[in-house]
């Protein structure tokens, strides 16, 4: 922060990213926030909530879409998966991968289109390789989207186990991604799977964010008695949970607007009647909208009061800061534009201020994983 240039493009890049910010949000959904533009007031809440990317470094090459992101408890090492391999391998801190299985019956693409293939995974947070060797991915097989369970003991993975079948896939339509609650239990984006009306549906488990247990039931005190947490969602990818134990999900619109969203249990997010902000009875608004062009979101993380949402199509980092411990956002901000191209998997390293972002799409062995700061 001492380097006078920096702290110049850094002015620049704020006033930028404001005048981005209101282009992109609709006058319904500008949280009040989006107004500031005392300085002093933005540094004191960086201060405190905020920080901000810090550089990028490349912490591993020689990746081909990797897709989703979970670390082992004690956050030397995550297990990371590539969606049209199947292949899931362990990368640490030092930027070392291991390979350590497949997960089987994967069929990435067996229709022209879709974006299928080993997605999600989310490692339990009581793993220790011997007792609890447990770790979840979805994939998509010939038919159908999957939750799987398989054992993990530190260097190979066995013991396929499905635990919730019957996610109809379709096109790229297909959420997948998973992970554990502050509350134990497992949220799974699931996709419409090109059945629009399926997300109104709460008797169907697409177009959902779910909520389940390690043998893929329902979790005790869901808000309809099923599998189901929230539903009336086109294409949700992104889960995080903020500092105040609150669950948001970002999610891949139709042709105008993607959204970030704060997620309650039974609410109604609007697909297909709405697609961003309506102002419909019963649905619910998203807390940010963003264009296609500068979004399509992809994961979300959060590192101190500030969520960070990957975006394909924007080929960007989307920053998005919590308001305080309110529920609004306050002025958005984005970086790197076009710079790696696509950006997907998205994690925070546990117990350090620092995030995981892979790029997406770039061809065989041509996606990396870079290393970013926030300071
Ligand atoms: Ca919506």
Not at 64 to 74: K, N, V
């Amino acid at each position: 922060m001492t380097d006078p240039r920096r702290s110049v493009r850094h002015a620049y890049r704020f006033c930028i990213a404001a005048l981005a910010a209101l282009t992109v949000i609709p006058a319904a959904s500008i949280p009040q926030a989006a107004a500031v533009s005392h300085t002093s007031t933005v540094t004191a809440v960086q201060a405190a909530d905020g920080g901000e990317p810090d550089g990028a470094d490349t912490l591993s090459t020689g990746w081909q879409t990797p897709w989703g992101i979970s670390f082992l408890p004690d956050g030397a090492a995550a297990l990371v998966t590539e969606r049209l391999s199947y292949q899931v391998y362990r990368l640490d801190r030092d930027g070392n991968r291991d390979w350590v299985g497949e997960v089987p019956y994967t069929v990435p693409e067996p229709y022209e289109e879709g974006a299928g293939g080993l997605l999600g995974v989310a490692v339990s947070p009581t793993w220790d390789g011997k007792k609890d060797k447990q770790v979840f991915f979805v994939h998509t097989t010939e038919t159908e989207t999957r939750v799987v369970r398989m054992d993990y003991d530190g260097s190979s993975l066995s013991n396929y186990t499905p635990v919730l079948t019957g996610i109809r896939r379709g096109g790229d339509h297909n959420g997948g991604r998973i992970a554990f609650g502050p509350d134990g239990y497992l949220y799974v984006t699931t996709g419409d799977g090109l059945q629009p009306e399926l997300a109104q549906d709460t008797d169907s488990i697409n177009g959902k964010i779910l909520r389940i247990t390690r043998s893929g039931a329902p979790a005790p005190g869901n808000p309809f008695g099923n599998h189901v947490y929230s539903y009336g969602h086109r294409n949700p990818q992104g889960l995080a949970w903020d500092r105040n134990g609150r669950l948001w999900s970002a999610e891949i619109g139709n042709q105008e607007q993607d959204e970030l969203n704060l997620i309650e249990p039974g609410a109604n997010y609007g697909w297909p009647t709405c697609e961003g902000s309506c102002d419909t009875d019963g649905m619910t608004d998203p807390k940010a909208t963003f264009v296609p062009e500068k979004g399509v979101p992809a994961q979300l993380a959060v590192v101190r009061n500030v969520l960070y949402v990957s975006s394909l199509r924007g080929q960007r980092l989307w920053r998005v800061p919590i308001d305080g411990d309110s529920e609004r956002i306050g002025t958005m901000s984005d970086f790197y534009a076009g710079d790696y191209g696509r950006l997907r998997a998205i994690a925070k390293v546990p117990g350090a201020d620092e995030l995981w972002l892979g790029t997406s799409d770039l061809g065989y062995g041509k996606d990396k994983i870079l290393r970013v700061p926030i300071k």
